[in-house]
């Protein structure tokens, strides 16, 4: 079972930027595909970003395609979101969360370990 912890939430304003990382531990990362999912108070857990095993492939909520990009370094047992152009609504808990297929699914059922998550604020 891969352990995760998630870092680099905080405060930002209308249009500003965050990078999100997830350190992971135990074996084996690089066999695990990769997803970013985020949930707000009182909302349900939803989909944001996902990448398969390589980084070769990725998929994006439609809410964030064009500003999120997810990306992983599998020698650093890292993935990373970089969030662009932001927006009150992006305002969320985000979580990272490991697959052991190919990946690039969008159902949190599908995944079998997930991060504490970390808060992230966007003020206007």
């Known amino acids: 079972q891969v352990q995760l912890v998630e870092s680099g939430g905080g405060l930002v304003q209308t249009g500003g930027s965050l990078r999100l990382s997830c350190s992971a531990s135990?074996?084996?990362?690089?066999?695990?595909?990769m997803g970013w999912f985020r949930q707000a108070p009182g909302k349900e857990r939803e989909f944001v970003a996902a990448?398969?095993?390589?980084?070769?492939?990725?998929t994006y909520a439609d809410s964030v395609k064009g500003r999120f990009s997810i990306s992983r370094d599998n020698a650093k047992n890292a993935v990373y979101l970089q969030m662009n152009s932001l927006k009150p609504e992006d305002t969320a808990v985000y979580y990272c969360?490991?697959?052991?297929?190919?990946?690039?699914?969008?159902?949190?059922?599908?995944?079998?370990?997930w991060g504490q998550g970390t808060q992230v604020t966007v003020s206007s």
């Open positions: 135990g074996l084996p990362f690089y066999l695990h595909a």
């Open positions: 969360a490991a697959d052991r297929t190919f990946g690039l699914r969008r159902t949190t059922t599908q995944y079998d370990s």
């Open positions: 990448i398969s095993w390589s980084g070769g492939s990725t």
